[in-house]
């Protein structure tokens, strides 16, 4: 018997599509994850600005969404023999908040604002997120949280090219649907922390919830898009974006991430969305 829980325990320590996290990581593990995550979706940012010319944002979603789908449920169905066991309700409040809302406000967003408006804004998901998880217990207010948050929002600050800011109303759709979507994405987290500690395996509840996230794009907002995109005129480069972001953003970053965020609070895993600038 002993020896039989010794090979269970070997089998499920580490989750190999994930980047090599082991279940009882030491802390340094997880922070180069959380570093690597940022640097994925660092560049997603670019690939998007480089699709979105070519493929409007919300199709830019639902096209990543399909693809990416089927190979997130392989992956749960590898890692997790309860991979069909979810709490139906609450995986699908993710996937509606992270999928559907937040990376079509994403999508559509950064085509009607500038780059540096855009990492400004995302800068404030730490702060946000903050701000919910002292609210819902996750997290407890202290003197160097507060100040871990001003120096590093300072830094992205100084670290930008201050000249590309801009104000102008045209460009204000696209900073309210940025301001949405980090305030979004911060409840997200917050709400994943709490669905991790019910100990859902963190493959199960990304395919589930990305499913869940394809079918809201594909019902409510793709129909409209769909009438009037031209499919054939769309260049390499931007399917380029999409490929990226289904195996990178997608299999490897929301892998990753969801797998770190068990073993540190929700401010920790939103406060790397500084290295994004």
């Known amino acids: 018997l002993k020896k039989a ?3 269970e325990h070997w089998d499920s320590q580490w989750d190999l599509p994930t980047l090599m996290i082991p279940q009882h990581p030491n ?6 994850g959380l570093m690597t995550v940022q640097s994925i979706f660092g560049l ?3 690939m998007v600005k ?7 944002g919300v ?9 990416s789908v089927p190979l997130l449920f392989l992956l749960a169905f ?14 699908a409040a993710l996937g509606i908040l992270c999928v559907a809302i937040n990376h079509s406000m994403l999508a559509v967003g950064i085509r009607y604002t500038t780059a540096t408006n855009a990492a400004l804004l995302l800068s404030m998901v730490p702060i946000y997120t903050a701000i919910l998880s002292i609210i819902k217990g996750e997290d407890k207010f202290s003197v160097y949280l507060c100040a871990g948050m001003i120096v590093s929002f300072f830094g992205v600050f100084f670290t930008l090219d201050l000249s590309q800011l801009s104000l102008r109303v045209e460009q204000l759709q696209g900073t309210l649907m940025i301001i949405a979507a980090t305030i979004v994405y911060a409840i ?4 994943l922390k709490k669905e991790l500690k019910g100990g859902q395996h963190p493959m199960t509840i990304n395919a589930w919830a990305f499913m869940y996230g394809a079918l809201c794009v594909a019902l409510f907002e793709a129909p409209y898009w769909l009438r009037t ?4 005129l769309v260049p390499a480069k931007a399917w380029l974006g999409v490929a990226y972001s289904v195996v990178f953003t997608t299999l490897v970053g929301y892998s990753l991430q969801t797998t770190c965020a068990r073993h540190v609070t929700p401010v920790v895993t939103a406060s790397y969305a500084l290295l994004q600038p």
């Not at 997200?188 to 709400?191: P, T």
């Not at 995109?229 to 054939?232: F, K, Q, V």
């Open 5 to 7: 829980d010794e090979a």
């Open 27 to 32: 802390r340094s593990l997880v922070h180069i």
């Open 44 to 46: 997603q940012s670019v």
């Open 50 to 56: 480089m699709s979105v010319y070519s493929i409007p």
């Open 59 to 67: 199709i830019f979603v639902l096209c990543r969404n399909l693809l």
């Open 78 to 91: 590898i890692q997790d023999p309860d991979w069909r066991s979810v709490r139906h309700r609450k995986v």
């Open 188 to 191: 997200y987290l917050v709400l």
């Open 229 to 232: 995109w031209e499919w054939r």
